[in-house]
């Protein structure tokens, strides 16, 4: 990990081909905050290829003026162990790939571990077993209404770029997923919001239900109802069609969120809430593609008035396809 002078912590810091660890160099790309930074000596126009490869070199960053200072750092200081050491883009995925990836990302694993620790909770001090299942089904079918509040009126608002408290979190939690939607490391939530959220959620109804047990049951069944939504979520953006029709459909009305128009399609696998509340569209009905469809209204010219994330992104604000930046 490292932390440039701003207090961005980078992800990874990739360098430029053929060079070794320890190397001097005149390109960098930095895939950081977790999002994607590209600079050459003569500034962030001449932008390199996010396909770079390796983990050795850094260069300090000083976003506002454009400056950089030179920093070697040992790879064993940079990269993260096991197949996390290096970024992953779903679109460049297989499904086996994208198994092996998922199961080893910590979020994962700390809702897989919470959620057993939750149930060990519900077993110490049980409800009835009318009352567990209760909870749990309360939980499951209260998820996407949560989730769809959740997509529409916070990760899409705003608001939360206009605050130094929160633009931070904000970068983070979506806005760098809409910037590179098939970047796999800021797909998956931040445990910082996504695990309040959760307990928030679940654990109220359950103790309304059946008291303290009941609430671990539903918070377990939050916990890995988001594994399966995160899951899901990562199927959808790797680069195939699915056979079975209804698979398709989900699959075509979340890329068109993400590719077309983010002004709908807010759920992952249930639109129901979409169509309750007039967001819901096929691709078709919405003919005119969103402008902001990849910075969320974070435009150039809004960043001048609210620049926060914009520092965090080393004053870069994409408003084009992820593909076409790679072409620049």
């Known amino acids: 990990m490292i932390r440039t002078e701003n207090q961005e912590v980078w992800s990874h810091v990739m360098r430029s081909d053929g060079l070794g660890p320890g190397d001097d160099i005149d390109h960098l790309m930095v895939i950081g905050g977790p999002h994607v930074l590209a600079f050459a000596p003569k500034g962030p126009q001449n932008r390199l290829n996010a396909a770079a490869q390796g983990c050795d070199v850094c260069w300090r960053v000083w976003p506002a003026a454009g400056l950089m ?23 460049r995925m297989t499904l086996r790939e994208l198994v092996l990836a998922y199961f080893q ?14 149930i060990g909770f519900a077993i110490w001090r049980p409800a009835t077993a009318l009352q567990n299942v209760a909870a749990a089904v309360a939980a499951v079918l209260l998820y996407p209404l949560v989730w ?19 633009a931070r979190t904000w970068k983070r939690i979506h806005y760098d ?58 199927i959808q953006h790797l680069s195939y069609k699915p056979k079975n029709k209804m698979l398709a459909a989900m699959k075509a009305r979340h890329m068109a969120h993400h590719f077309h128009d983010e002004t709908g399609n807010f759920g992952i696998t249930n639109f129901s809430w979409d169509k309750l509340f007039g967001t819901f569209y096929e691709r078709e009905q919405r003919p005119k593609k969103s402008p902001t469809v990849f910075n969320l209204g974070y435009t150039p ?6 620049p926060w994330v914009a520092k965090l992104s080393g004053g870069i604000v994409y408003t084009d396809h992820p593909r076409q930046r790679a072409k620049k």
């Open 69 to 91: 200072r030179k920093k070697t750092v040992s790879a064993a200081s940079v990269k993260r162990p096991g197949i996390w050491g290096r970024t992953h883009y779903l679109d």
């Open 105 to 118: 990302y910590y979020a994962i694993q700390s809702y897989l571990v919470l959620s057993m620790v939750a």
């Open 148 to 166: 769809y509040v959740l997509h529409r009126w916070v990760l899409h608002s705003r608001w939360m770029f206009k605050s130094s408290l929160t």
């Open 177 to 234: 997923h809409h910037q590179d939607p098939d970047h796999l490391e800021v797909l998956f939530g931040a445990l910082y919001t996504t695990l309040p959220a959760i307990a928030a959620a679940t654990i109220p109804v359950g103790w309304l239900i059946g008291g303290f047990g009941a609430a671990m049951t539903a918070l377990a069944a939050g916990l890995l109802t988001t594994c399966f939504y995160e899951f899901c979520h990562c």
């Open 301 to 306: 010219e809004v960043a001048k008035t609210y």
